[in-house]
Every structure is written in C-alpha cells, then in structure tokens.
C-alpha cells in the first residue's frame, strides 16, 4: 500500500523560501507522477506542480513558475517542492499526490489515486 507524508510547512515572510518533503513508503516509483497541490478554504484544490517518473517536462502552474522546482530524489524515492520567492498568495495547505501508473499531460485530482495528510504553508506580508 502507497503512503505519502508531506512535511515542511511552515510560517514565512513574504519573500522568503520553504522546501517541502513527500516521503513515499510502500512502493517503488518507476513510471506514473506525482502532484502537488494547495487549497485554501473555500476554494477548490488546485495542481501546483507534477513531476513524471519517466523523465516527461515537469509541469507548473503559471503562478509559481520561475519560483517553484520539483526535485526527486531517486535513492530514497521522496520528492519535494522547494518554493522560493514566496507570496501571501501563497498561503495554503499544500499536499502531494501520487498515481503510480501511466499520467497524461493532463490531469485531474481524481486521476491520483494516493494522497497525503497536507501541510501548512503560510506566508505574511
């Protein structure tokens, strides 16, 4: 069974930088992706960033390009967001997600079949 842990949110300074973790237990990642996603209340989730495991162009929201990079780490198969620049916009619980079969160039919350617990990212102007 896939579970993934997200760690390393915290409280920033607009400005400032976070790197979140998404440790994987349970599977060995060798094709399919991972999501990461922000949500803050009252408004739908919404895809940050995807890396794919057979190498594909990593995708980001437009909002975080330039600021966000997904790095993955294929020793321990975690991956993590390193988020630089950051904004109050920014402000969200952040969860990554995995499907650990073929992912597509688009893709849908109800495309990951695992996802994690969340952490909190809050960023002040």
């Known amino acids: 069974q896939v579970t993934l842990v997200e760690s390393g949110g915290d409280s920033v300074q607009a400005g400032g930088s976070l790197r979140l973790s998404c440790v994987v237990r349970?599977?060995?990642?060798?094709?399919?992706?991972i999501g990461w996603f922000r949500q803050v209340p009252g408004k739908e989730r919404e895809e940050v960033a995807r890396?794919?495991?057979?190498?594909?162009?990593?995708f980001y929201r437009d909002s975080v390009k330039g600021r966000f990079a997904i790095t993955q780490d294929s020793n321990s198969n975690n991956e993590y967001l390193q988020m630089n620049n950051l904004e109050p916009g920014d402000t969200a619980m952040y969860y990554c997600?995995?499907?650990?079969?073929?992912?597509?160039?688009?893709?849908?919350?109800?495309?990951?079949?695992?996802w994690g617990q969340g952490t909190q990212v809050t960023v002040s102007s």
């Open positions: 890396a794919y495991r057979d190498g594909r162009k990593m």
């Open positions: 349970g599977y060995i990642f060798t094709s399919g992706c």
């Open positions: 997600a995995a499907k650990t079969r073929s992912c597509g160039v688009e893709m849908s919350l109800r495309d990951y079949t695992t």
